[in-house]
């Protein structure tokens, strides 16, 4: 065997100062423990996305133009980061407001603030700050490399901002083009942002309406505030009850903060939902089954315009949109 090559390299490991040496150490067990014992990965992003065009065509097409999501003014979107975890059987990690439970176990944050009190009853937990998940769950949880004054609040709900723009939502088809929704611009405030995979592959569970779906759920939950924003609502219709055509809003804005449901959201308007395989109880289709969807939130649109003309100030006061599923197929 030609020891060249190691003898050189043994002389040149040996030629170091002591302080380069003394870097160079051997891992007994528990060394290996230590490492081998942490868990996670943490993801520090800055970002802008732009989108030309996303067209989804079939007898006709419906085609989403000029999307852009970004920072304030058309900058990064920045200051994110997102934790991501593979659940052991019963392990406490972050989710939700659990930063504000921690901060406020540590005295850092007022306890006589009912929100900061609902948070801490939530999330505080035995193994920790958070929720307990099971085995082999995959959790991503979004929230700000820097929240700033860990005694502020207000830094907290507004360490992340973001603005979303769309030229127009268009559908196309022999007769013609129709605007959906055009010159939509929302800026805001994104809050505690999570993505839960669930690992239950193997069960199934049976809905209110009858519905099955797989216990392998992609589970959503997001708080964000609407601080300014603006919309031409072309034709579309709002939940299948309010046709809004030709109609402008402005000075648009999405929270939390009046009615008898605040409590726990910060003044943020909240939304969960989960999705997953399923079958349809009435057809028999098995298809994307969204289902446990929930909305809470106030709506202000003190500029409401029809056809050109202002008709005044509108608002809604605890909007809630729950026990809602959908079944999504092809035919």
Do not use: C
């Not at 020891?3 to 030629?15: E, K, T």
């Not at 939950?221 to 579309?236: P, R, Y």
Request: charged share 20%.
């Amino acid at each position: 065997m030609n020891r060249a090559p190691y003898l050189g390299a043994l002389a040149l490991l040996l030629s170091l100062p002591l302080p380069g040496r003394a870097e160079l150490r051997a891992l007994d067990d528990p060394g290996l423990a230590e490492i081998t014992g942490q868990g996670g990965v943490t993801l520090e992003l800055e970002t802008r996305l732009t989108l030309d065009r996303l067209t989804w065509t079939d007898e006709g097409a419906l085609s989403v133009n000029g999307l852009r999501l970004s920072g304030p003014g058309d900058t990064s979107l920045d200051n994110l980061k997102i934790t991501v975890d593979l659940a052991g059987d019963g392990e406490v990690l972050s989710h939700g407001f659990s930063e504000i439970a921690r901060r406020a176990a540590a005295g850092q944050l007022d306890t006589a603030d009912p929100d900061v009190a609902a948070a801490l009853a939530e999330y505080a937990l035995p193994g920790g700050f958070g929720r307990a998940f099971g085995a082999g769950d995959l959790v991503l949880h979004l929230g700000a490399i820097d929240y700033g004054d860990p005694t502020r609040l207000a830094d907290f709900l507004r360490a992340v901002d973001f603005e979303l723009a769309m030229d127009r939502v268009v559908t196309a088809g022999t007769e013609g083009n129709t605007d959906l929704f055009s010159d939509v611009l929302l800026q805001g405030y994104l809050g505690p942002t999570d993505l839960v995979v669930r690992n239950r592959a193997s069960q199934t569970r049976t809905l209110a309406n009858g519905n099955q779906v797989s216990g392998a759920e992609l589970e959503l939950d997001t708080h964000f505030e609407i601080s300014d924003g603006h919309l031409n609502w072309d034709a579309a219709d709002l939940i299948l009850l309010f046709n809004f055509a030709a109609v402008r809003i402005e000075g648009l804005q999405i929270h939390n903060r009046r009615g008898d449901d605040t409590l726990g959201h910060f003044g943020m308007a909240h939304a969960t939902a989960k999705l997953s395989r399923g079958t349809s109880a009435v057809s028999g289709h098995d298809g994307l089954s969204v289902h446990e969807v929930e909305f809470r939130g106030d709506i202000d649109m003190p500029v409401f315009k029809v056809g050109g003309t202002s008709i005044g100030n509108v608002q809604f006061t605890d909007f809630a949109i729950t026990d809602t599923t959908m079944m999504v197929y092809g035919h």
